[in-house]
């Protein structure tokens, strides 16, 4: 996710060892590995070449201290495997998930690589590059088509194509145990010991859910623009990254998307070509079938999990001596979005 700062935290393999193994594992000779701009919060990534020419994408669980306590490769590999059999929506084609250890020292997760082009995370897209530059016709097509994949991956049967078995919060897919993750992720990230405006909005967000539970989804999990590559002509071509799906209502995603996306434009406004909001949503909930409910608690819902992964960046920088002090996990966007949401 990165409505966070870019910056590799994250203590990275040697290039030379991954390159090594993934050598073993394929039986022939790799190209020279290359690693996107942006990274180092989240998996590692390598893009490579075999020699047989194949454009391929290696994914690693970080090698030490990382934004999240567990990195489920499977469960990314799994879900990519079942919306691109079915054409749910368009996803890198998975190669292979290797559970051994024994060529790259972890599991791993090898898929394709896509081509097209991916709308910048820093500077954001909305700022510079090719989206920004392109004709507001052209960023009205890529907004489209972005939550036209929304409504389908949140369509999908989940059930039936077995994704309930590995996606699944421990609790359910009820809102109480998306509760319960996000509040042990936050004691985790905190140490124990969260800012005070955090356990406020804990609590707020403990005694204001939505009683009436829309039917859950399976949910992409980090609904960003910047996630997603677009061909050409500015339609989807591979949805990425999805560590932090799980199963839920699918308002869950739209108020993450709202949320971060109203964080990145806050200052800069948006694209000219970008529909207003409430269009955007009539759209989404023609697409969907049905009426979105308690955007407001989602969209709360929503900044609280920013700012609870922002403790753990913050926690994450100092340890590094790249902060001097834990005064960014209180001063923040997200904090500042949920202090004007829970009053």
Known sequence: MSSLPEMAIARQREPEAVRAGLHAWLGQPVGELTQPAAGGLSSETYLFASASGEQLVARLAPAGDALFPVYDLELQARIMQVLGDKAVVPVPRVVEY????????????????VAGRVPSDNPPFVISGWVHDAPPESQRALQDGFMSVCADIHRADWRARGLGDIATRPGGTTLAAELAWWFDYLAWAAEGSPPAVLRDARAWCAENVPADEPEPALCWGDVRIPNV???????????????????????????????IHGMTTAYTGDLPGFRARDDVLRAYESRLGRALHDLTWYETWAAFRSAAIMVRLTRLLHDLGLVPDLEMQERNPPIALLQKFVK
């Open 229 to 259: 590559v677009f061909d050409d002509d500015f339609r989807p071509r591979a949805v990425l990254d999805w560590e932090m799906a799980a199963i839920g209502p699918p308002e869950l995603d739209i108020g993450w998307f709202l949320v």
């Open 98 to 113: 290797v559970a051994d250890p024994e060529f790259l020292g972890s599991p791993f997760l090898v898929m394709e690589r």
